[in-house]
């Protein structure tokens, strides 16, 4: 964009110039300006140990120029007020208003160190030749900056929709983390409210986790955690939502389920569950305690419904291979 904007700005002051018949040097300096100038930023900019702070040094240095070059056009009205419009609202696109508040006041300064130096010439006509010459430098640079500014802004939301999304997951296993779980949950109770189906919320506990992790290391509790979850993405569907919501417990919200389908769920993951072998070339058996609550019209919350499935975990547990039907079903797998 500085090769651009300078290449641009070159022309039409290079006609003001011209008019005016200033001398050879001036235009000399209009050309170093122009073609070395945005070499030398930029290699300023790279080998900068700060590169963001310089490249804003540079657009600072930038606006100090333009306020040069229209005192040297004698305020000529059409390309001094391109060339100023242009280097503030690139300034702001950078760097927002601190660093366009910056620039300008540079831009000002040098403008009018420069115009005093100069005993104040205005040449307040503008020839057909520099009008012609101008139009290049509102018309492509503004489009430029428009498609640059576009460009920034579509990176930025994506990467915005990727932080949103690493902060929705867990970091270890790549699974939905607590906070997106609480948001699906809350989604689907409002779903519940307004029409009526069947959903379920399945809760998940590997039994002596903390044994195997004393016994092997974390290293073999983490490829466990790993492995289970792999189980669940596999045992649920798409429109499921397998979740880690702590240390070893998992749960998954199955919506449009009823209490039979969630147990054939909780049987798939059982069956997946009691083939786990070695585990980071450790042999560990695997226990898992289930429990499953469906959705009902008195939850009002998103902790009532995960208070509901967790106290058919707790009850699993204390019975062991016995299984409930009703709206809370335990589950025990060994």
């Given at each position: 964009?500085?090769?651009?904007?300078?290449?641009?700005?070159?022309?039409p002051i290079l006609s003001v110039l011209l008019e005016q018949q200033r001398s050879v040097w001036l235009m000399g300096l209009l050309a170093i300006n122009a073609f070395v100038w945005p070499t030398l930023a930029w290699?300023?900019?790279?080998?900068?140990?700060?590169?963001?702070?310089?490249?804003?040094?540079?657009?600072?240095?930038?606006?100090?120029?333009?306020?040069?070059?229209?005192?040297?056009?004698?305020?000529?009205?059409?390309?001094?007020?391109?060339?100023?419009?242009?280097?503030?609202?690139?300034?702001?696109?950078?760097?927002?208003?601190?660093?366009?508040?910056?620039?300008?006041?540079?831009?000002?300064?040098?403008?009018?160190?420069?115009?005093?130096?100069?005993?104040?010439?205005?040449?307040?006509?503008?020839?057909?030749?520099?009008?012609?010459?101008?139009?290049?430098?509102?018309a492509i640079y503004t489009v430029a900056l428009s498609v640059l500014t576009n460009s920034i802004a579509m990176r930025l939301r994506f990467k915005s929709r990727e932080l949103e999304r690493i902060a929705m997951m867990?970091?270890?296993?790549?699974?939905?983390?607590?906070?997106?779980?609480?948001?699906?949950?809350?989604?689907?109770?409002?779903k519940l409210q307004q029409t009526c189906h069947d959903s379920a919320l399945m809760f998940i506990d590997i039994d002596n986790f903390k044994e195997v992790n004393d016994r092997y290391g974390h290293k073999v509790g983490?490829?466990?955690?790993?492995?289970?979850?792999?189980?669940?993405?596999?045992?649920?569907?798409?429109?499921?939502?397998?979740?880690?919501?702590?240390?070893?417990?998992?749960?998954?919200?199955?919506?449009?389920?009823?209490?039979?389908?969630?147990?054939?769920?909780?049987?798939?993951?059982?069956?997946?569950?009691?083939?786990?072998?070695?585990?980071?070339?450790?042999?560990?058996?695997?226990?898992?305690?289930?429990?499953?609550?469906?959705?009902?019209?008195?939850?009002?919350?998103?902790?009532?419904?995960?208070?509901?499935?967790?106290?058919?975990?707790?009850?699993?547990?204390?019975?062991?291979?016995?299984?409930?039907?009703?709206?809370?079903?335990?589950?025990?797998?060994?």
């Amino acid at each position: 964009m500085r090769m651009l904007g300078t290449f641009l700005c070159f022309i039409p002051i290079l006609s003001v110039l011209l008019e005016q018949q200033r001398s050879v040097w001036l235009m000399g300096l209009l050309a170093i300006n122009a073609f070395v100038w945005p070499t030398l930023a930029w290699w300023r900019a790279r080998c900068s140990s700060t590169p963001l702070l310089t490249e804003h040094q540079n657009l600072v240095l930038d606006a100090g120029a333009g306020g040069f070059w229209i005192a040297m056009m004698a305020v000529n009205p059409l390309p001094s007020v391109a060339i100023a419009t242009i280097l503030l609202a690139d300034r702001l696109a950078a760097g927002g208003f601190p660093l366009m508040k910056k620039a300008g006041a540079v831009m000002v300064a040098v403008f009018m160190g420069s115009w005093l130096s100069q005993g104040m010439a205005l040449v307040p006509w503008v020839s057909q030749r520099t009008l012609y010459a101008t139009l290049p430098l509102i018309a492509i640079y503004t489009v430029a900056l428009s498609v640059l500014t576009n460009s920034i802004a579509m990176r930025l939301r994506f990467k915005s929709r990727e932080l949103e999304r690493i902060a929705m997951m867990d970091p270890l296993l790549d699974i939905a983390n607590r906070r997106l779980l609480e948001e699906r949950i809350d989604h689907e109770l409002h779903k519940l409210q307004q029409t009526c189906h069947d959903s379920a919320l399945m809760f998940i506990d590997i039994d002596n986790f903390k044994e195997v992790n004393d016994r092997y290391g974390h290293k073999v509790g983490d490829m466990l955690l790993v492995t289970v979850s792999q189980i669940l993405h596999i045992a649920s569907r798409q429109s499921d939502t397998p979740a880690r919501l702590g240390g070893d417990e998992f749960v998954i919200l199955l919506p449009d389920t009823t209490l039979d389908e969630a147990r054939v769920v909780a049987t798939r993951i059982m069956d997946a569950a009691a083939v786990i072998g070695d585990v980071a070339e450790e042999a560990v058996h695997c226990t898992m305690s289930i429990g499953i609550a469906c959705a009902t019209r008195e939850m009002g919350n998103v902790t009532d419904w995960l208070q509901a499935a967790d106290a058919a975990l707790y009850q699993a547990k204390r019975d062991g291979k016995k299984s409930h039907f009703c709206p809370l079903t335990r589950l025990r797998m060994r």
